[in-house]
């Protein structure tokens, strides 16, 4: 038996909540139905997707791999559909993008895929660079529009923001840490851990100032502007880290196991939107961008 589209959407809605009771609220479903799609799905692939414990599922490392691949088949999935609404004229033209660091291999991507799929004679050209410069082009008139983190945008005034993801900052822990065993855990009990510091998107001074607002400093053992380092170096034991949820991957790429967990108390959370000039006249092309963001926005 060939798996179906709603097997897909309830795996996914299960590897992001990690039960299948939040899955199923998630979806204003049963939770039998949910754990029918998922053991049919299991059963028709021939793999464990989810390991069981007390506290819910744990995605395996065959199921983070289908993940991906699910992830990509519901949102081209999308992309036919919206091919079919779209005006019969194709899209030609320009469009220049910017992007920060942060969101460029976790938003952008996703979403400038399914765009150019969708628009294949449209020239994209996009630059990878800080806020503020970014900012400094869009209110000069040198990109079109920026993805970028909107949560410490500077010139508000004069630029026009859409929130198309929101992330909550999590902790991440190597597999077997003493931290793991508990389903959340406060700011204090990392007073003293070593901390592996993220420097891009101003992630680190967002973490400083958030270890400071409840009274503890941060131990620094290592700073980085590398995501997948910061992967690599928790799973394998040299400190823990605080970052958002939007850049959590079970597995690093040596395939060692990194454990995530919330943290107790109001934290701030990371915003991404699509930020454009206002008051600028939008090309058409940059609507179709515009709504294809928005679109990410609806499947998450």
Known sequence: MAFTLKQLRYFIAVAETGTVSGAAQALAISQSAVTEAIRELETDLGVALFTRHPRGLDITHKGHQFLRHATGILAGVSDARHALTQESEALTGTLHIGVTSLVAGYVLSDILARFRR???????????????????????????????????????????????????????????????????????????????????????????????AFGARPRVAFRTRSVEAVRSLVATGAGIALLPEMVYRRWSLEGDRIVSRDVSGSLPVVQVGTVWRKGAPLSRVTREFILTAQAHKNMK
Not at 118 to 123: L, S
Not at 143 to 158: G, I, K, P, Q, Y
Not at 173 to 187: A, K
């Open 118 to 212: 969708a628009n294949p004679q449209v020239e994209v050209t996009a630059l990878e660079d800080s806020g503020d410069y970014l900012e400094h082009l869009l209110v000069g008139g040198e990109l079109d529009v920026a993805v970028m983190v909107a949560s410490n945008m500077r010139d508000r005034m004069a630029l026009h923001t859409e929130i198309i993801d929101t992330s909550p900052y999590q902790l991440w822990l190597p597999n077997g840490h003493e931290l793991t065993t508990r389903p959340s855990v406060s700011i204090e009990d990392l007073t003293d851990a070593p901390m592996i510091m993220l420097k891009i998107d101003e992630i680190e001074e967002a973490t400083r100032k958030l270890l400071s």
